[in-house]
């Protein structure tokens, strides 16, 4: 992967936490292990939480890198992870560099025993573990109020490892008010299982900011993601969801099939924003898809392609639908795109606009500074933070850019 930065900001940080004392967590767990707030915690090189054995970080907590021995955090399947911060105190798992920036170290790993659609799949980035099985309600702990930093350094090029991924998790997991700040591949990347997720921000993400694939059919409620102009992965195409059946594009099941509930996700809305900014959504490879209630704006090649013939197909039967959207890009010949030979743009324009979503040129923004849904533009009840509700990013997360 090559990232390019430009119009580095000159803001300051929050002020961090001042625990007292500096622990290097290393290889595999082996016996239960609680992270707590009144230490710095630092991964020297890729650390595993194992089958029987459970890791738990107190709010308030914060975990840094090595800077050397680029650490990430993996969770294995049959391993726990109880992360339960609070808005006043998240758990942050950041670089530890002096002066941070995107790529710095891996990230957070969570596998489980769900279903996916690959045959003995092992998870990307250098990591090399199994994931997946045959429990739809399989648990890995809790992930609440987090928030990973920089994250994404590359095993090699093509396998990087995203902020935060999930192989194979199950529903009996939660995960809720977790955010990725500056990521160097994807922000979220699911990979089968049916984890439900809600609470989710994505900021200045280099790739996707959500991504789903082999057979991922769980439920995501309220989202954000802001993109920055002048970062971008330069190798790849920067989408705000991205979402494949599989590599190839087959049927194979369980089909995925995220559903998607108040999302707003933003763009970079800048002609002059670095050429790899691409698509608000991108389906493709035989995938389906529910969209609902959700706004996208600002992005800079089109807000909606469907990029297959059996995604197509999906789309045209209604197993697959964009119920009550808000769509509007930057390239506004292609707020809707195509390449099947089964849908043609108008029907697919026709089509969407007929299950009540918006597709529109317009460049008022649908939402306030704070993300909240602007009434007076669009419904009030969509969005990621609907008109007359509290703003629940307050406190525990990170927008501005401090590197």
């Not at 707030?37 to 907590?61: F, H, N, Q, R, S």
Request: charged content about 20%.
């Amino acid at each position: 992967m090559m990232v390019v930065l430009l119009g580095l900001g000159s803001c300051k940080p929050e002020e961090p936490i001042v625990p007292t004392t500096n622990t290097e967590l290393v290889g595999t767990l082996t016996e239960n292990k609680t992270l707590t707030a009144d230490k710095v915690w630092t991964l020297k090189g890729y650390v595993y939480v194992p089958e029987g054995i459970t890791l738990t970080i107190e709010a308030g907590t914060k975990v840094v890198s090595d800077v050397t021995e680029k650490g990430a955090l993996c969770v294995e399947r049959g391993g726990k992870i109880y992360a339960n911060g609070t808005a006043d105190q998240p758990i942050v798992l950041t670089s530890g560099q002096s002066s941070p920036k995107p790529g710095d170290w891996g990230g957070l790993i969570i596998l489980g025993n769900a279903p996916t659609n690959k045959p003995n799949p092992t998870i990307e980035g250098g990591v090399g573990r199994p994931y997946g099985g045959v429990d739809e309600s399989d648990n890995s702990g809790v992930l609440k109020y987090v928030r990973v930093e920089y994250a994404g350094i590359a095993a090699f090029p093509g396998s990087e490892i995203n902020a935060f991924t999930f192989g194979g998790v199950g529903k009996g997991t939660v995960v809720d008010y977790c955010e990725s700040y500056y990521a160097n591949d994807d922000a979220f990347e699911f990979f089968g299982g049916n984890v439900n997720c809600s609470h989710l921000v994505a900021v200045g993400t280099a790739d996707d900011d959500y991504d789903f694939d082999f057979g991922y059919v769980g439920t995501i409620k309220f989202a954000i993601s802001k993109r920055d102009p002048l970062f971008v992965d330069m190798a790849d195409a920067g989408n705000g969801i991205e979402c494949d059946n599989d590599g190839t594009g087959s049927l194979v099941t369980p089909i995925t099939n995220p559903k998607l509930n108040n999302f707003t996700l933003i763009g970079p809305n800048d002609p002059s924003s670095l050429p790899n900014h691409n698509l608000a959504m991108r389906w493709r490879r035989g995938t389906n898809f529910t969209v609902q209630y959700s706004i996208f704006y600002g992005y800079m090649k089109g807000g909606f392609s469907i990029e297959s013939d059996p995604t197509a197909q999906s789309f045209i039967n209604g197993s697959s639908t964009m119920f009550n959207n808000y769509i509007s890009s930057v390239d506004t010949i292609n707020l809707v795109k195509t390449n099947s030979t089964l849908l043609s743009k108008d029907a697919m324009l026709t089509k969407v606009k007929s299950q009540g979503t918006v597709v529109t040129s317009s460049q008022i923004k649908p939402f306030d500074e704070n993300f909240q849904t602007n009434s007076i533009v669009v419904n009030g009840q969509w969005g990621a933070i609907p008109s007359g509700s509290s703003n629940w990013t307050l406190g525990w997360t990170r927008f501005k850019k401090i590197f």
